[in-house]
Nanobody, 124 residues
Framework: QVQLVESGGGLVQAGGSLRLSCAAS????????MGWFRQFPGKEREFVVA????????NYADSVKGRFTISRDNARNTVYLQMNSLKPEDTAVYYC?????????????????WGKGTLVTVSS
């Protein structure tokens, strides 16, 4: 059983940056594609970005391309989401996800494990 714990959320002004972290435990981290999703109030969770187990293949939602960057450190069992040029519409709860089924499946929401989420609030 893999546990995922997100951190790094908070309040930031529009145009600012935040870096989210997701620490994994309980499994072999390098087996899993990792990703981030977000959920707006009253809406379903949506895909943000995924990264394969080696860290050399990424898949971004169009809404965050060029502003967000995912990376992973398999030695530290951690995946990161660097968020730049934040907009008020990025305000959401951000969730970490892990799957053994690859980034394409993760993009479709087929995650084996989910974190509990971290709130990002971007003020205008």
């Amino acid at each position: 059983q893999v546990q995922l714990v997100e951190s790094g959320g908070g309040l930031v002004q529009a145009g600012g940056s935040l870096r989210l972290s997701c620490a994994a435990s309980g499994g072999i981290f390098s087996w899993y594609a990792m990703g981030w999703f977000r959920q707006f109030p009253g809406k379903e969770r949506e895909f943000v970005v995924a990264i394969n187990w080696r860290g050399d293949n990424t898949n971004y939602a169009d809404s965050v391309k060029g502003r967000f960057t995912i990376s992973r450190d398999n030695a530290r069992n951690t995946v990161y989401l660097q968020m730049n040029s934040l907009k008020p519409e990025d305000t959401a709860v951000y969730y970490c996800a892990a799957t053994s089924r690859g980034t394409e499946n993760l993009r479709r929401g087929a995650s084996d494990y989910w974190g509990k989420g971290t709130l990002v609030t971007v003020s205008s």
